[in-house]
């Protein structure tokens, strides 16, 4: 199996006191079924490293993971049940397995087809259609993310109604012939359309207003292979993301501004493990914003992005809250936040929606106001009016 002895030396550390479990968000989600928990999936790859001959079912366990890194904050031998989940999907996804997802396996082929997960480039530049921008060595890169979720939210609600068996035969369907993806630009949440294409109007608006210049690249504009890299196709994202690169030189571009945290980690921190001598200067939002906030009275919470506080990122958002607004958080915040689900929305939405319903009661019993500051938060914790992104919440207070 490939990455047996880097998964080996990690799986091997484990004492099995279980303390992973108690954050581990899939555990609980899934009715604790302990394969889909940290400790049940450092157990369950180290028995399929020892026993590779036996056909084992395993997918579910590593795909289900949400690479929160939750776990490794809590464990004394310092093991990351994330990155093991990570080793084990590029084991599933490297070798001719029946573990494969067939969504995985769907959303691969349309990435790497049409440089979209949806297949619809041309869709996710139209919020932009009215703006000027600057030309500049600077752009801002989207990543897709705002602008793909009112098309996730509404392919899961129609999975509600679809026989699971359906809707794998679907993907295996889209795999074989990937065009028939772009049927999706028709199914979307119009209402989440109109609020993330304000979201992203707004960032760009506070950008110019703090005499950012930078371009954008409309229909050209890539989608960095995020999927690629999560769903464990490690050699299909070193060849995208090369390219990808090539593509952004070509372009003379210098500098990226990030507006969602899944965006900003991968360029941030996985583009320089596959490309060498990266130089392109990857910056997030918030960070170049410098306005003069109005102060609020209000009482909010805010949902941290597990992709910065757990995977090592820094930016200031949190500071201009703290700043402008009266902040209480739960315990579960900072290095013990907990995921809002949104990497389980498409290929088991099931847990995804437990998971954000906890942690949507987790933070309403600390404020009536949620903010967030991650499209996919958004999208999985927006169970009513009273949640904001970011973008919205400092925007009202210029
Ligand atoms: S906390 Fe660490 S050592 Fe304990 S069971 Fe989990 S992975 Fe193993
Ligand atoms: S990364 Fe998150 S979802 Fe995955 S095992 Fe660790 S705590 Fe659980």
Redesign the pocket.
């Known amino acids: 199996m490939k990455n047996r002895i880097e998964i080996e030396s990690i799986v091997n550390k484990c004492i099995k006191c279980g303390f992973?479990e108690s954050?581990?968000?899939?555990?609980p989600a899934a009715d604790y079924n302990s394969i889909i928990?940290?400790r049940g999936?450092i157990l369950l790859a180290q028995f399929a490293i020892n026993n590779e001959s036996q056909q084992l079912k395993i997918g579910d366990s590593f795909y289900?993971?949400?690479?929160?890194?939750?776990?490794?904050q809590v464990c004394p031998a310092g093991i990351?049940?994330?990155i093991?989940?990570e080793l084990m999907k590029e084991g599933i996804a490297d070798e001719n397995s029946s573990e494969k997802n067939p969504v995985a396996e769907m959303i691969k082929s349309v990435v790497i087809k049409f440089k979209n997960p949806l297949g619809i480039p041309g869709e996710c530049s139209r919020w932009a259609e009215d703006i000027e921008f600057d030309t500049s060595e600077t752009i801002i890169l989207t990543g897709d993310m705002y602008q793909l979720m009112p098309y996730t939210r509404y392919i899961n609600k129609l999975r509600k109604y679809m026989d699971k068996n359906i809707f794998m035969a679907f993907a295996r369907l889209i795999v074989k012939k990937p065009y028939i993806i772009k049927l999706s630009r028709h199914f979307y949440d119009r209402k989440l359309k109109s609020k993330m294409e304000s979201s992203l109007k707004n960032i760009v608006s506070m950008l110019k207003k703090s005499d950012v210049k930078f371009n954008y690249l409309r229909e050209d504009e890539p989608y960095p292979g995020t999927f690629l890299y999560d769903l464990g196709y490690r050699n299909e994202f070193t060849e995208y993301a090369r390219e990808l690169y090539d593509n952004l030189k070509s372009k003379n571009v210098k500098r990226i501004i990030c507006v969602d945290p899944h965006t900003f980690d991968i360029l941030k921190n996985k583009y320089p493990e596959v490309i060498e001598n990266f130089d392109l200067d990857i910056v997030y939002y918030t960070d170049l914003l410098n306005l003069n906030f109005r102060k609020t009275k209000e009482k909010i919470t805010v949902q941290e992005p597990?992709h910065m506080v757990l995977h090592g990122n820094t930016y200031r958002g949190m500071d201009i809250l703290n700043n402008v607004a009266d902040v209480k958080l739960p315990p579960e915040s900072g290095k013990n936040t907990m995921?809002c689900g949104g990497p389980d929305e498409l290929l088991f939405p099931e847990i995804s929606e437990n998971v954000s319903g906890e942690r949507y009661r987790n933070l309403k019993n600390i404020s009536r106001k949620i903010v967030t500051i991650c499209p996919l938060c958004y999208n999985n914790l927006s169970y009513d009016e009273d949640v904001q992104d970011f973008s919205d919440f400092v925007k009202n207070l210029i």
């Open positions: 992973c954050v581990c968000p899939t555990l928990g940290a999936r289900s993971c949400l690479d929160c890194y939750a776990c490794v990351n049940a994330g093991v989940s597990c995921c």
